[in-house]
Antibody, heavy 118, light 108 residues
């Protein structure tokens, strides 16, 4: 079965960085793009960016440029999303999601809660 | 950037039909995907490429897309369909992925 399993919840102070892991299983890891989506409490889904898991190429939404770094370790089928210079409004659940050829997100991780608090 | 607008809420009685709309400029020329999200859970893909259902999604879920509006239709609504629903497209001009504002479907 295809799964994406994310790392656990994090609590960070403003200005710090957080790195969220997303481990894939049940499919060829390098055969799909991996995307990151976040959801602030009580709000909607917000797309952050993607990684070409095969080449390592990335693209992120303009508002996150300079703060988001997406990487992967193909030897352990794991993608990472690091968000730096955290602000209070970065408090959200962060999801990884696999993209299909139809440009739909067919598999999602369970989400990682990141809380930014002093 | 491309904007997708959904009604904040839709209410429907059990057994009736719920329609959730997603408005966007000439959205009929785009491929629209729909997600269901229940409280505390990750989103689940229920319709892709306008009209297709992933394996395991009931036939009660269907989609259509024309002009400036895409629609998710839930027939014979059940209590378990109560959730937030989001539309999503790929904006080819920016290579960004865009989600709609989300609609809370309440089963009365």
């Amino acid at each position: 079965q295809v799964h994406l399993v994310q790392s656990g919840a994090e609590v960070k102070t403003p200005g710090a960085s957080v790195k969220v892991a997303c481990k894939a299983s049940g499919y060829t890891f390098t055969g799909y793009y991996m995307h990151w989506v976040r959801q602030a409490p009580g709000l909607g889904l917000e797309w952050m960016g993607w990684m070409n898991v095969n080449s390592g190429g990335t693209k992120c939404e303009q508002k996150f440029q300079g703060r988001v770094t997406m990487t992967r370790d193909t030897s352990i089928s794991t993608s990472y999303m690091e968000l730096s210079r955290l602000r209070y409004d970065d408090t959200a659940v962060y999801y990884c999601a696999r993209l299909t050829g139809d440009r739909a997100f067919d598999i999602w991780g369970q989400g990682t809660m990141v809380s930014v608090s002093s | 950037s491309y904007v997708l607008t959904q009604p904040p809420s839709v209410s429907v009685a059990p057994g009736q039909t719920a329609r959730v709309t997603c408005g966007g400029n000439n959205i009929g020329s785009e491929s629209v995907n729909w997600y269901q999200q229940k409280p505390g859970q990750a989103p689940v893909l229920v319709v892709y490429d306008d009209t297709n259902r992933p394996s395991g999604i009931p036939e009660r879920f269907s989609g259509s897309n024309s002009g400036n509006t895409a629609t998710l239709t839930i027939s014979r609504v059940e209590a378990g369909d109560e959730a937030d629903y989001y539309c999503q497209v790929w904006d080819s001009s920016s290579d960004y992925y865009v989600f709609g504002t989300g609609t809370k479907v309440t089963v009365l």
